[in-house]
């Protein structure tokens, strides 16, 4: 996937701050941090070719990379709510804690919790790395 973004500040560590148009792809699904009203997403990247404030660039989005993180983004937190939820309701039936579902449902909540702090700590360490995902692929 190819975007056209602004260079809008150079940050330290050799990182620069872009904005990219909101394309009609990005449909109504809502799922960014920005309001209705934006158009823009606001990236921070690793200033791989050079660019100075207002340069345009074409960043590219490895197809491969892109995939391997949206599953993990979304298979870790469903994996670990229906452990905490299969769990819950073992331990609350062969004990004889209280309702099961309800144990169940506790734990499940707990174990998706869990989750997004491992989640937090990931990214975390995978930011540290600057393998990030999109890349710039050219000045323009």
């Keep these: 996937m190819e975007e056209i973004a602004v260079v809008t500040k150079k940050l330290e560590n050799g990182m ?21 009203e934006s158009k823009k997403h606001i990236l921070i990247i690793k200033d791989s ?3 100075d404030i207002g340069d345009r660039v074409l960043l590219n989005t490895e197809g491969k990379n ?3 993180n949206t599953l993990i983004v979304y298979a870790i937190p469903f994996a670990f709510l229906i452990i905490g939820m299969v769990l819950g309701y073992f331990v609350s039936t062969i004990y004889s804690i209280f309702d099961p579902d309800l144990i169940s449902f506790i734990v499940g909540i707990l174990f998706l919790s869990i989750s997004y702090l ?11 790395n600057n393998t990030n995902v999109t890349i710039i692929g050219k000045k323009m």
């Design 118 to 128: 491992l989640l937090r700590f990931l990214d975390k360490k995978y930011f540290k």
């Design 49 to 51: 070719v050079g660019v």
């Design 66 to 68: 892109f995939l391997k």
């Design 16 to 36: 620069i701050e872009l904005e990219v148009q909101r394309n009609s792809a990005c449909g109504d699904c809502k799922a960014c941090s920005n309001s209705l």
